[in-house]
């Protein structure tokens, strides 16, 4: 949940503009005929009989400022020559390096575009290789890992030239445009519904089960195999960072209503201690260390209703992916990206959900969490009151995103009165 000038707001698929360029109008994007057809090709798996007839290209960015990646949206249309010539279309979503210089460097230096292009390439692909171990019918009907299919990456860092100018780095995923298949983003402002909220849940709790399961099942170290997961000491530098300029405009908002001196207060007695905290939080508390998206909120989520009432999500933008604790994900999602009437109606249900679906389909790859790893409910609910506190600090690195939108403002103010009532705030003493 990232929105400052330093740290560049979260980029994905949800939000893009209606403004269409023609496709070979710009020299800014690596997009032309030739470079869609040897991504069409990697995607059927063949060397030749593709042909494109037509193709659009649109630029688009999350609202507000974007610059962990610049985003295109592609509408191909092409033949498909393997039998018999095939009339095919495809609308695809391109993520490329922003081409402001600061941001550019800040995404390589810290390795955002690499660490979602291996999680497409690395970590996805073991996921769903070990689910199929466990694909039983019942199974697969309960486990469903939903992100965008990806169709293509190119990955190469920057290299120093010893004469001449160096060469750039340069990054390109490419992924399936959900929107295509009615997906669409939620609105921040007004927040996630109940039956949202549930898909969320859903969604995240597929990936934080197959990924236990392949630590205990397979004895994996998980860090030792994904070298590149956002590694806690870096983690913890930037989210500092981010609190450090969050926490003096948060202080000044406060001030500015009446009512929350106490609330002002607990927080004046955290801010000496945060970087402490946020490290100690990002730790993963194990046996339950598992990878965690650790941006999850309603923005890099899309959703789609479906016939029998209920909603589907699909959760995009992985730069922030992480070996840590499963409630970091839940409380980020709970406190951020709901109304604060359904957080305070509806949190004990759906971390009843959440780990109801965890100790379930654990189970289904023969780990008991309460038998094998001594993990509980009320265990469960102690580490979410203590990643409660971590979300509050993550939200508060992003508090530009709050500040200004009378509705999110309120929502904040709801959580700060809530988490100095219920003692989340004091927390840092047995901590």
Wanted: include cysteine; aromatic fraction near 8%.
């Amino acid at each position: 949940m990232i929105a400052t000038n330093v740290q560049p707001t979260r980029s994905d698929s949800s939000a893009m503009s209606d403004t269409e360029e023609d496709s070979g109008s710009s020299d800014s994007w690596p997009i032309n005929e030739d470079w869609l057809v040897e991504v069409l090709k990697k995607h059927h798996e063949v060397r030749s009989g593709i042909k494109i007839t037509d193709f659009k290209v649109k630029q688009g960015c999350q609202d507000g400022v974007n610059n962990l990646s610049d985003i295109l949206s592609v509408s191909v249309v092409y033949e498909f020559r393997s039998v018999q010539p095939e009339t095919k279309s495809l609308d695809i979503v391109i993520k490329l390096l922003p081409q402001d210089p600061f941001s550019r460097f800040f995404v390589t230096e810290a390795q955002f575009d690499l660490r979602e292009i291996k999680f497409y390439t690395s970590i996805l692909p073991d996921l769903l290789s070990f689910q199929e171990l466990y694909n039983t019918e019942n199974y697969g009907s309960g486990m469903l890992v939903s992100v965008p299919t990806c169709f293509y990456t190119q990955y190469a860092p920057a290299i120093a030239a010893s004469q001449g100018s160096p060469e750039p780095p340069e990054s390109i995923l490419v992924l399936e445009d959900m929107r295509s298949l009615g997906y669409k983003g939620a609105n921040f402002s007004s927040g996630l519904t109940v039956s949202q909220t549930e898909a969320a849940i859903r969604a995240i709790v597929a990936i934080h089960v197959l990924s236990l399961g392949i630590k205990i099942k397979k004895k994996v170290d998980v860090n030792e195999k994904y070298p590149f997961l956002f590694q806690t000491t870096r983690a913890t530098e930037s989210y500092q960072q981010l609190v450090e300029q969050g926490m003096p405009q948060l202080t000044k908002f406060l001030e500015s209503k009446s009512g929350y001196g106490n609330e002002l207060k607990a927080l004046n007695k955290i801010r000496p201690k945060t970087k402490e905290l946020i490290e100690t939080l990002l730790q993963p508390i194990e046996p339950m260390g598992l990878i965690t998206h650790t941006d999850f909120w309603c923005n890099n989520l899309l959703f789609r209703a479906e016939s029998d009432g209920t909603d589907s999500c699909v959760i995009l933008d992985w730069q922030m992916v992480t070996y840590s604790r499963p409630t970091n994900d839940l409380a980020l999602l709970l406190i951020s990206s709901i109304p604060s009437h359904i957080r305070r109606q509806h949190s004990t249900r759906l971390l009843d959900l959440y780990y109801n679906l965890l100790k379930s389909n654990c189970q289904k790859l023969d780990v008991d969490i309460e038998a094998d790893l001594g993990y509980s409910r009320n265990k469960m609910e102690l580490e979410y009151r203590q990643s409660q506190l971590l979300a509050l600090l993550l939200c508060i690195g992003s508090i530009d995103i709050a500040i200004g939108n009378p509705v999110a403002e309120q929502r904040l103010l709801d959580v700060l009165r809530d988490f100095n009532d219920d003692g989340v705030l004091s927390l840092t003493e047995c901590l």
